[in-house]
Nanobody, 121 residues
Framework: QVQLVESGGGLVQAGGSLRLACAAS????????MAWYRQAPGKQRELVAL???????NYADSIKGRFTISRDNAKNTVSLQMNSLKPEDTAVYYC???????????????WGKGTLVTVSS
């Protein structure tokens, strides 16, 4: 089994910063893309940022220049540094990873349970 566990959510005032972290554990042979998604109340889940195994990043337009995604391949972790937070960034943030458990198994998508980020105005 593979688990993704997020940490670092909380309440912050507009203009503040938070850092989210996600650790993958369990039966892991390799991790391809890692990403952060978010889901605000009443809205669909959306991609926030993605980072490939080689470190290539992709960001949603709404957070470009404010958020930075990074990963530590040795520790199987991915982080999201969020600066200049806005009330509209309020959402549950989910960690996502494409993981192969063995050298011969297919890549599967795994999700964390989510961490709540609340930005007050």
């Amino acid at each position: 089994q593979v688990q993704l566990v997020e940490s670092g959510g909380g309440l912050v005032q507009a203009g503040g910063s938070l850092r989210l972290a996600c650790a993958a554990s369990g039966s892991i042979f390799s991790i391809n893309d890692m990403a952060w998604y978010r889901q605000a109340p009443g809205k669909q889940r959306e991609l926030v940022a993605l980072i490939s195994s080689r470190g290539i990043t992709n960001y949603a337009d709404s957070i470009k220049g404010r958020f930075t995604i990074s990963r530590d391949n040795a520790k199987n972790t991915v982080s999201l540094q969020m600066n200049s937070l806005k009330p509209e960034d309020t959402a549950v943030y989910y960690c996502n990873a494409l993981i192969s458990s063995t050298w011969f198994s297919s890549t599967m998508t795994y999700w964390g349970k989510g961490t709540l980020v609340t930005v007050s105005s």
